[in-house]
């Protein structure tokens, strides 16, 4: 049996309490299993998983896409508004407890707006701007903000977590009842005092384009035609970004559509990442050091 890491949720039966420890007080359960994102990198592959995609679900299908931000994987367990726990992703079924190290994070809201039950989930990251600055101040610096990003939420002192500004983009939220549409789970958790990405497109052949454009004023809204547009002014926007992504993930906008299309045992079939194309760059290996494993 495991342990509560802190005060048990009441939550109703079907919606897992994740904050069970499993082998010692820092790997818990996650309550929703974190599964991962299938990938394309052609725009030919993602006009077919489009059409496939839709034609399964009538024509009457929504897709939000978001940028793909290239940080540390989060999922923020919250109880009658109050943050109970924040995992890492760690193998989807378990993950490591960085509670204390997220707190730290301004972006972070402690509490919500709201008294509600919910897992949301997101990536944390560090802006471009800041990473050169921290970095410089590291015994060993980091290769990358994403590393140095997951190294922070993994550091054993709190305080040395703080120092370093992480941000955070909230992606996915998990409600109880659940949302009908993944849109409107990402209004209510900008309305609970989240921070979400607002470079972020909708696009169908049967919604109404002029609630959603009201709803979310800084979102590309268009057609299935559209997603190509998108596509090509994020990769071009990439460069100038104050933080790094490395695609787009495309995400069926409605829950009961996403159910019965269902997943593998390895992602869902509701969402896809289309990948950029890594930027290019020279590596001189200087030494190799041969270890012996913990193992042998
Ligand atoms: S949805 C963990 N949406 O990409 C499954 N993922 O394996 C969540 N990521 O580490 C998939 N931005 O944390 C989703 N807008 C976004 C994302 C996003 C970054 C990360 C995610 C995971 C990786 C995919």
Same mark, same amino acid.
């Given at each position: 049996?495991?342990?509560? $890491?802190? &005060?048990?949720?009441?939550?109703?039966?079907?919606?897992?309490?994740? $904050?069970?420890?499993?082998?010692?007080?820092?790997? &818990?359960?996650?309550?929703?299993?974190?599964? =991962?994102?299938?990938?394309? +990198?052609?725009?030919?592959?993602?006009?077919?998983?489009?059409?496939?995609?839709?034609?399964?679900?009538?024509?009457?299908?929504?897709? /939000?896409?978001?940028?793909?931000?290239?940080?540390? =994987? @989060?999922?923020?367990? +919250?109880?009658?508004?109050?943050?109970? $726990? *924040?995992?890492?992703?760690?193998?989807? !079924?378990?993950?490591?407890?960085?509670?204390?190290?997220?707190?730290? @994070?301004?972006?972070?809201?402690?509490? !919500? =707006?709201?008294?509600?039950?919910? *897992?949301?989930?997101?990536? @944390?990251?560090?802006?471009?701007?800041?990473?050169?600055?921290?970095?410089?101040?590291?015994?060993?610096?980091?290769?990358?903000?994403?590393?140095?990003?997951?190294? /922070?939420?993994? &550091?054993?002192?709190?305080?040395? *977590?703080?120092?370093?500004?992480?941000?955070? #983009?909230? +992606?996915?939220?998990?409600?109880?009842?659940?949302?009908?549409?993944?849109?409107?789970?990402?209004?209510?958790?900008?309305? !609970?005092?989240?921070?979400?990405?607002?470079?972020?497109?909708?696009?169908?052949?049967?919604?109404?384009?002029?609630?959603?454009?009201?709803?979310?004023? =800084?979102?590309?809204?268009?057609?299935?035609?559209?997603?190509?547009? #998108?596509?090509?002014?994020?990769?071009? &926007?990439?460069?100038?970004?104050?933080?790094?992504?490395?695609?787009?993930?495309?995400?069926?906008?409605? !829950?009961?559509?996403?159910?019965?299309?269902?997943?593998?045992?390895?992602?869902?079939?509701?969402?896809?990442?289309?990948? #950029?194309?890594?930027?290019?760059?020279?590596?001189?290996?200087?030494?190799?050091?041969?270890?012996?494993?913990?193992?042998?």
């Amino acid at each position: 049996m495991g342990v509560p $890491c802190c &005060r048990q949720p009441k939550l109703t039966p079907g919606f897992p309490n994740p $904050c069970m420890a499993i082998r010692h007080t820092m790997e &818990r359960a996650h309550s929703v299993p974190v599964l =991962s994102l299938d990938k394309l +990198y052609q725009p030919e592959e993602l006009g077919r998983w489009l059409k496939k995609t839709s034609e399964y679900a009538g024509n009457k299908v929504g897709f /939000t896409v978001e940028e793909k931000i290239d940080g540390a =994987s @989060i999922v923020l367990y +919250y109880d009658g508004g109050e943050l109970l $726990c *924040a995992l890492t992703r760690g193998n989807g !079924l378990v993950g490591n407890d960085v509670t204390a190290n997220v707190k730290t @994070i301004g972006a972070v809201p402690l509490r !919500l =707006s709201e008294d509600v039950t919910l *897992a949301a989930r997101g990536e @944390i990251f560090l802006p471009l701007g800041r990473f050169a600055a921290v970095n410089a101040g590291m015994e060993e610096p980091y290769a990358n903000p994403r590393n140095l990003a997951a190294g /922070t939420l993994r &550091r054993v002192k709190s305080s040395e *977590a703080a120092a370093v500004p992480l941000d955070i #983009f909230v +992606y996915e939220g998990f409600f109880d009842p659940p949302a009908a549409t993944h849109r409107e789970a990402l209004e209510r958790l900008e309305a !609970l005092g989240f921070r979400l990405n607002p470079s972020a497109g909708w696009f169908s052949e049967a919604g109404d384009r002029d609630a959603v454009r009201r709803a979310h004023p =800084s979102w590309t809204v268009g057609g299935l035609a559209d997603i190509g547009g #998108f596509l090509a002014a994020e990769r071009a &926007r990439r460069a100038g970004l104050d933080y790094e992504i490395d695609g787009i993930v495309v995400k069926v906008d409605e !829950l009961a559509v996403r159910e019965r299309l269902g997943a593998t045992g390895h992602h869902p079939r509701w969402e896809i990442a289309y990948k #950029f194309e890594s930027p290019e760059g020279v590596t001189t290996v200087t030494a190799i050091e041969v270890q012996v494993g913990r193992t042998g």
